[in-house]
Every structure is written in C-alpha cells, then in structure tokens.
C-alpha cells in the first residue's frame, strides 16, 4: 500500500513560513512524517505539494514522489492527489511530527476507511488546541490528521495516544510536540 503526505499548509497560524517545514526536534515536521513512513511498511510515498509551498517541493522530491495540486484546500488538493496514488492508500498531514511508523503499520491490513481520532480531552490535557472536533457515540474527538483511504463507510479509530495528538497549527502546538519529542 502506498502512502500520501499532504504537504499543502501555509502556516498562516504558526505566522512562520511553509507550515511543512516548521521545525520540531531540530527537523522539519514533513521531514519526520516522511521519517516515520519510510521506517514502515508502507510501499511508494508520495507527497503533495501547492504552489504555496515550493520550498516544500524542494525539501521533499528527494524522499517522495510529488504530486503537484493546485492549493485548492485539503479536500481539493486530497482529491486530486489520489487521482496519480490510488486507493487504498494511508494519508497523513505534513504537521504530524510525532507521527510514528507503528502508527502507520496499524493501518496497512486494512481496505475500508478509516480516519484515526483522538479524544479532544487528551488534545486539552497536553495543551494542545484542537482544531475539529465531532462527537461519534457521546465523545468528543479531533481527527489526527493519519487516514486509510480506501473502500466502504469510513470507520473511527479512537485512539489514545499523544503522539496522534499532536497536530501543530499554532506555536504553542509546536511546543508541546517539542516537549513529548
């Protein structure tokens, strides 16, 4: 199975640049994604990139295959970049710095859908600003920005795991995501 970074984000939030190369531990955060998937079991990784993020395109077209989308939005430029992947295919946001590869592992047995969430308590618990949330069976629960696409109703994962929580938007996310790597 192959695996898509979403590598689109400006970074308007974190008021810093290219938000895929928002450093944390030293690394930019695409760069430990991409760290994270290379160490699993997952086959191709592509990266998709905007024309807002070109410095992105060229920090990542060594480790991935580029996917170049038009900067439409995640829904759009998600679209769009499965056209060249294909499904099923794991999809993880370029600002999962602690993304790692037994998270991705987790998901390569499966075909049907399936976003990964964790509750948005924990999300507060570590400080961390939770940026969507929806209630599925009276818990409140932020996606993790780590996916299986592929076939059938999507299925929750509920995950507890601050790894999976920590998806940097805002520089006091990026803080956290300091502390816990």
């Keep these: ?35 994270a998937l290379d160490a699993s ?16 395109r060229a920090y990542v077209r060594d480790r991935a295959t580029v996917i170049d989308t038009a900067g439409k939005g995640y829904v759009a430029d998600l679209g769009a970049a499965l056209e060249t992947v294909g499904t099923p295919a794991v999809t993880a946001a370029a600002d999962l710095p602690l993304l790692a590869a037994e998270h991705v592992d987790s998901l390569l047995d499966r075909d049907r859908s399936t976003s990964v969430c964790v509750p948005t308590r924990l999300q507060r618990a570590l400080d961390v600003c939770p940026d969507r949330t929806h209630t599925v069976e009276g818990r409140e629960l932020s996606p993790s920005g780590l996916n299986l696409v592929g076939d059938g109703a999507d299925r929750i994962d509920r995950r507890w795991d601050a790894r999976l929580a920590v998806n940097v938007n805002y520089a006091s996310d990026a803080t956290v995501a300091e502390r816990l790597c």
């Design 1 to 35: 199975m192959d695996a898509l970074v979403l590598c689109g984000g400006e970074g308007t939030r974190l008021d810093a640049g290219e938000k895929p190369l928002y450093e944390v531990g030293g690394e930019p955060m695409v760069g430990r994604v991409l760290d």
């Design 41 to 56: 079991g997952v086959d191709t990784v592509y990266a998709a990139v905007t024309p807002q993020t070109p410095e992105t």
